[in-house]
């Protein structure tokens, strides 16, 4: 799959077993396995993925799936509220759910021997919730508080902000938790409608890894989810327009909180390795340009670091920082400073290869946690349409050079739009500083 269009269906390949014990299976109906067996844990981490976010939404229902997210816990037609929650408690386990811009996921860790019960569960509450209208309307409330509260958080709000303000008007630019307006206006038949159109194949997927084997989990996807009809994979791919964007929210804060970003990679990219070790080396930790020039050197902020985010056909790279008003118009020319010196010199051998040591390290550390492999998988699977060995994963960053960074960098800092996004006690004279 490369970076552009409609995503490849989620796998139909024959089972194979991988070097490492990944397996790569499809159920019955159609619905992808992947089951990482570890016979040395005592503990399955598995998930339920929806190949559908905030993206696939109207704008007039922005953040549905988020609500039917937090709805489904709310009572089945063998468990009410209160059940399902009695229940996750006793499992000892722990039993989430979340919405992203491209995809909602069902999760749960727990002993191995618990498996079969909490699958039950989690596959009882995605199709056979019975939202009740008392419940609607209170989770509907608790939603809004949901989105007070991110108001409240600066530095979780200017993110929040971002995607609107570089995406203006497209599907990505849509907030997942909807906003107050479109939150009021979902109606408990819209939730419904959601559930019926995407909780099904081709959009599903079943990802687990721990101690669990491939035929155990295969049989537990066929006996919950082997009878479900058929769906239509579809996606729409709206042209995306950006253009240098400066966007001001003042609000009486202590801090003046802002984001710088350009465009970035998506996730199939093959260059995603080169812009992980790139981010790490401008702002992905203590030794990074940006904090040792910012934080350590100058001492303009607490809080600096540079971000990625990556999407079926694009993806952002930018750099948030949270500094005193009167900070503001010099951290602003230090951090051009640092953009424009990532270009004049360059990562060298050692930078890179710090920053690749700590990939390495956390890569490798991640393996032996069920429920990072079993993430790691189903994105993998999503947006590659393969999950990764840990040999082919450990390649891949061992592959990264000094001079592959570096071109990257050259592409994505010199070309694209950027958007500049400012949130508290901003000036219409710092306003004016904040050009691109």
Same mark, same amino acid.
């Given at each position: 799959?490369?970076?552009?269009?409609?995503?490849? %269906?989620?796998?139909?390949?024959?089972?194979?077993?991988?070097?490492?014990?990944?397996?790569?299976?499809?159920?019955?109906?159609?619905?992808?396995?992947?089951?990482?067996?570890?016979?040395?844990?005592?503990?399955?981490?598995?998930?339920?993925?929806?190949?559908?976010?905030?993206?696939?939404?109207?704008?007039?229902?922005?953040?549905?799936?988020?609500?039917? &997210?937090?709805?489904?816990?709310?009572?089945?037609?063998?468990?009410?509220?209160? =059940?399902?929650?009695?229940?996750?408690?006793?499992? !000892?386990?722990?039993?989430?759910?979340?919405?992203?811009?491209?995809?909602?996921?069902?999760? %749960?860790?727990?002993?191995?021997?618990?498996?079969?019960?909490?699958?039950?569960?989690? #596959?009882?509450?995605? /199709?056979?919730?019975?939202?009740?209208?008392?419940?609607?309307?209170?989770?509907?409330?608790?939603?809004?508080?949901?989105?007070?509260?991110?108001?409240?958080?600066?530095?979780?709000?200017?993110?929040?902000?971002?995607?609107? +303000?570089?995406?203006?008007?497209?599907? /990505? !630019?849509?907030?997942?938790?909807?906003?107050?307006? *479109?939150?009021?206006?979902?109606?408990?038949?819209?939730?419904?409608?959601?559930?019926?159109?995407?909780?099904?194949?081709?959009?599903?997927?079943?990802? %687990? =890894?721990?101690?669990?084997?491939?035929?155990?989990?295969?049989?537990?996807?066929?006996?919950?989810?082997?009878?479900?009809?058929?769906?239509? #994979?579809?996606?729409?791919?709206?042209?995306?327009?950006?253009?240098? +964007?400066?966007? $001001?929210?003042?609000?009486?804060?202590?801090?003046?909180?802002?984001?710088?970003?350009?465009?970035?990679?998506?996730?199939?990219?093959?260059?995603?390795?080169?812009?992980?070790?790139?981010?790490?080396?401008?702002?992905?930790?203590? =030794?990074?340009?940006?904090?040792?020039?910012?934080?350590?050197?100058?001492?303009?902020?607490?809080?600096?670091?540079?971000?990625?985010?990556?999407?079926?056909?694009?993806?952002?790279?930018?750099?948030?920082?949270?500094?005193?008003?009167?900070?503001?118009?010099?951290?602003?020319? %230090?951090?051009?400073?640092?953009?424009?010196?990532?270009?004049? &010199?360059?990562?060298?051998?050692?930078?890179?290869?710090?920053?690749?040591?700590?990939? /390495?390290?956390?890569?490798?550390?991640?393996?032996?946690? @069920?429920?990072?492999?079993?993430?790691?998988?189903?994105?993998?699977?999503?947006?590659?349409?393969?999950?990764?060995?840990?040999?082919?994963?450990?390649?891949?960053?061992?592959? $990264?050079? @000094?001079?592959?960074?570096?071109?990257?960098?050259?592409?994505?800092?010199?070309?694209? #739009?950027? *958007?500049?996004?400012?949130?508290?006690?901003?000036?219409?004279?710092?306003?004016?500083?904040?050009? $691109?």
């Amino acid at each position: 799959m490369t970076g552009k269009g409609a995503p490849a %269906a989620i796998g139909t390949a024959a089972a194979a077993v991988a070097a490492d014990g990944v397996i790569d299976s499809t159920a019955v109906n159609g619905i992808p396995v992947i089951c990482e067996t570890n016979s040395f844990f005592r503990s399955v981490s598995f998930g339920i993925w929806i190949n559908a976010g905030s993206r696939d939404e109207t704008a007039e229902k922005a953040g549905l799936f988020h609500f039917l &997210e937090h709805l489904v816990f709310k009572g089945t037609l063998r468990r009410d509220a209160r =059940s399902i929650n009695v229940e996750i408690d006793e499992l !000892g386990g722990h039993v989430d759910a979340f919405t992203t811009r491209e995809y909602t996921c069902y999760s %749960a860790h727990v002993l191995a021997e618990n498996l079969e019960q909490t699958f039950d569960l989690v #596959a009882d509450i995605m /199709l056979n919730s019975v939202f009740p209208d008392d419940e609607v309307e209170r989770e509907r409330h608790v939603i809004l508080e949901e989105i007070k509260m991110g108001e409240d958080s600066p530095a979780e709000n200017i993110f929040d902000q971002l995607y609107p +303000t570089r995406w203006s008007g497209h599907p /990505l !630019g849509r907030l997942i938790t909807g906003t107050v307006g *479109t939150v009021k206006s979902i109606t408990k038949k819209d939730l419904q409608d959601a559930r019926e159109r995407y909780y099904r194949p081709p959009f599903m997927l079943v990802t %687990a =890894s721990g101690g669990v084997e491939i035929g155990a989990l295969a049989q537990l996807v066929d006996k919950y989810f082997g009878g479900l009809p058929q769906g239509i #994979a579809s996606r729409s791919f709206p042209e995306l327009v950006t253009k240098n +964007t400066v966007n $001001v929210i003042k609000r009486p804060l202590e801090q003046a909180h802002l984001i710088m970003a350009g465009p970035g990679l998506s996730m199939a990219d093959e260059r995603r390795n080169e812009l992980a070790i790139l981010n790490t080396v401008l702002g992905g930790g203590a =030794s990074s340009r940006l904090f040792q020039k910012i934080r350590e050197e100058m001492g303009l902020a607490y809080s600096i670091h540079s971000f990625f985010d990556q999407f079926v056909e694009t993806g952002i790279f930018g750099v948030y920082v949270a500094c005193s008003p009167q900070f503001l118009e010099k951290m602003w020319t %230090a951090l051009h400073g640092e953009l424009s010196r990532l270009l004049k &010199e360059p990562p060298g051998e050692e930078e890179v290869a710090r920053a690749k040591k700590m990939h /390495l390290r956390g890569l490798k550390m991640s393996f032996e946690s @069920p429920s990072s492999r079993m993430y790691q998988m189903a994105s993998q699977k999503m947006y590659l349409n393969t999950a990764l060995t840990h040999e082919e994963m450990i390649s891949e960053i061992e592959d $990264v050079t @000094p001079e592959k960074v570096n071109g990257l960098a050259e592409g994505i800092l010199k070309d694209g #739009a950027y *958007t500049v996004l400012a949130l508290g006690p901003i000036s219409r004279w710092k306003k004016a500083k904040l050009r $691109v």
